[in-house]
Nanobody, 123 residues
């Protein structure tokens, strides 16, 4: 298995928007769960958004009003629309796929972690 490929990051001012892209094979994009996670420098990777194969979505409380996860199966792509960005959103953003998770919310990811895409929110 190869990593999923993230893109779309960049430098934006506070209050700005970015759309991130996660590209993979059709079988991976059709997995039960696709997650967007982020990791700020010196901190742990954090789950931010999930989309299921049935189209259900879930978000970390802190980003529910800002982020929208979606998919386009015809393009084998999952998206993360990020609005009203804040400096604390600065991080490397990663995506990955899973078909199951533990009762404690631990996901069993299908692919290794890739390079991610850098998002920097600064004036």
């Amino acid at each position: 298995q190869v990593p999923l490929v993230e893109s779309g990051g960049g430098l934006v001012q506070p209050g700005g928007s970015l759309r991130l892209y996660c590209a993979a094979s059709g079988s991976i994009v059709s997995s039960k769960y696709i997650n967007w996670c982020r990791q700020a420098t010196g901190k742990q990777r954090q789950l931010r958004a999930t989309i299921t194969s049935g189209g259900s979505t879930n978000y970390a409380d802190s980003v529910k009003a800002q982020f929208t996860i979606s998919r386009d199966n015809t393009k084998n792509t999952v998206y993360l629309q990020m609005n009203s960005l804040k400096p604390e959103d600065t991080a490397v953003y990663y995506c990955n796929a899973a078909n199951r998770y533990s009762s404690g919310g631990y996901y069993y990811y299908l692919a290794p972690w890739g390079q991610g895409t850098q998002v920097t929110v600064s004036s």
